[in-house]
């Protein structure tokens, strides 16, 4: 992927993890029709860089921004709370984390 495409990329990630709270590597691609390897290799890049954070799933409270979206998922199929603690969520980093 040429520098130009990966930048157009990672700014599609930054806002969709905006718009949406948070989101994982299988969403993403899906998107952006990119295969889910290079996906997590871009986002591990983008948490590096400190450009996204790793969400923390806690074992017994889920976040607010993953609460939110609960019924999306829930319209995919996708139920259990160990379906949700396997996939890598991203969010983006609050200003003090920087």
Known sequence: MEQEQLDQVEQYI???VKKKGCSY???LGRD???PHDPMVAILQK???QKRLKKMKLGTINVPTKLWKRIGEFWNMGTYGYE???RMLWVEI???EEF
């Open 46 to 48: 983008m948490i590096k």
């Open 14 to 16: 930054l806002n969709f």
């Open 93 to 95: 980093p609050e200003k």
């Open 25 to 27: 590597p299988a969403e």
């Open 83 to 85: 379906s949700f603690v």
């Open 32 to 34: 952006l029709m990119i």
